[in-house]
């Protein structure tokens, strides 16, 4: 079973209510206490566990830059194959997603050669033997120096999926390596979404936390998402919904 099958599982014993509640008190405060800010002007990377992360959680950002002719690139870390609904076989879900990725990016107006697969088995992130992580990391260096992005966009480091948090420690330790510089933003997908008494963002977080408003691209957002359909069917109508606002949160160190 891949973690987002856990975490899925998890909070369906916790309640789809209590966090489907929680998550829009959350996003709530987040808006009123978030600081607006306009896209930029600064190529980005977008760094993604699986395939749909980066739409659910950057898709606003990617649409807008993209829109502006800013150069966006993407780079998928796992092969998602554990996020396998009943009605896709084991041997066809890898080739699904990154089909499935291909054709959202494209809705985004990213380019297939801007669309990155490092391919490590999904769920595996956070317990890679020290050589696969210095494989991982060494191919993002790679990335990062050949791109060089202005804008660098990770997982939230407390988005309670261990991909995804992996996904934060290799992206800054690659950011650190490659020497670049570049501004970190972390973009929530599974953080928001759970019972009061697990969530761990403090006080300070919410002081850096920041909101885009992606009014304009919102219909190409949506239509991204849609094209997931091996990943939509399964997820929560709720946790779905917020990822439809008119606005994208992101959080700066």
């Keep these: 079973m891949g973690s987002r099958q856990i975490v899925t599982q998890l909070l369906m014993i916790i309640g789809p ?5 929680t998550a829009g008190i959350l996003y709530r405060f987040l808006y009123f206490k978030s600081h607006p800010v306009a896209v930029s002007q600064k190529s ?3 760094f993604s566990p699986h395939q749909d992360d980066e739409t659910l959680g950057c898709g606003g950002m990617i649409a807008l830059k993209r829109s502006l002719g800013v150069p966006v690139e993407v780079v998928f870390l796992t092969d998602g194959q554990y996020g396998r609904p009943e009605w896709i076989t084991p041997e066809t879900i890898i080739e699904i997603r990154q089909q499935e990725a291909v054709n959202a990016l494209a809705i985004l107006g990213v380019a297939i050669s801007e669309t990155h697969f490092v391919n490590q088995i999904d769920g595996s992130l956070q317990d890679l033997p020290h050589s696969q992580r210095q494989y991982v990391i060494n191919q993002l260096v790679q990335r990062l120096q050949s791109f060089t992005p202005g804008e660098v966009y990770v997982p939230h480091s407390k988005d309670i999926h261990g991909d995804h948090e992996a ?5 800054q330790e690659a950011i650190a390596v490659s020497g670049i510089q570049t501004e970190l933003l972390e973009y929530p997908i599974w953080m928001l979404w759970q019972d009061p008494i697990f969530f761990d963002l403090k006080f300070k977080d919410m002081a850096n ?4 408003a992606i009014d304009s691209v919102k219909d190409r957002k949506k239509q991204a998402i849609e094209s997931y359909t091996s990943q939509t069917s399964s997820l929560p109508t709720g946790f779905l919904n917020r ?3 008119p606005y994208e949160i ?3 160190n």
Excluded: N
């Excluded at 209510?17 to 509640?21: L, M, R």
């Excluded at 996904?167 to 992206?171: A, F, I």
């Design 17 to 21: 209510k209590i966090c489907s509640i």
């Design 250 to 252: 992101f959080f700066k």
């Design 44 to 46: 980005a990377m977008v």
């Design 209 to 212: 936390a920041y909101r885009l």
């Design 167 to 171: 996904t934060y420690k290799l992206v």
């Design 243 to 245: 990822f439809f606002l």
